[in-house]
């Protein structure tokens, strides 16, 4: 990783600012899966893409609030669907889930399908 990418990612700090959360909250949302695209080693921090963690936390939220418990793909997608007008499959299609992005997610094009199948099946998007 360049330099230059480096600055495209946040510390704890910065996205416990960027969710208005405490910095140790980000810490447990890093234990329970929020996704992490570069793990510190050796007194290094962990790197985080904003906007990947604000998906993770809006999904996270709704999930909480309906009591059902997803994994941390699912509430990326879901969260990416249901901030547009319509809780879709198409909405999902049009969040900008380029490859660059599910390989960040440390995904496969394998599980964003059977995410959205899952999501589907559940009746929390609809095609």
Known sequence: ?????????????????FLNVHRTTIREFTRLGMPVVVSGRKGKENLYDVGVCICW????????Q??????SLDKI?????IGRADASLGAIR?????????????STRDDVSFSIGYLAGAGLITF
């Open 66 to 71: 309906l009591q059902i418990n997803l994994r």
């Open 57 to 64: 936390f809006s999904g996270h939220e709704n999930a909480k």
């Open 94 to 106: 049009r969040s900008q889930l380029t490859a660059k992005n599910i390989e960040r997610l440390k």
């Open 77 to 81: 997608l879901w969260s990416s669907a």
């Open 1 to 17: 990783m360049t330099k230059r990418q480096q600055h495209e990612f946040f510390n704890q700090t910065d996205i416990a600012e």
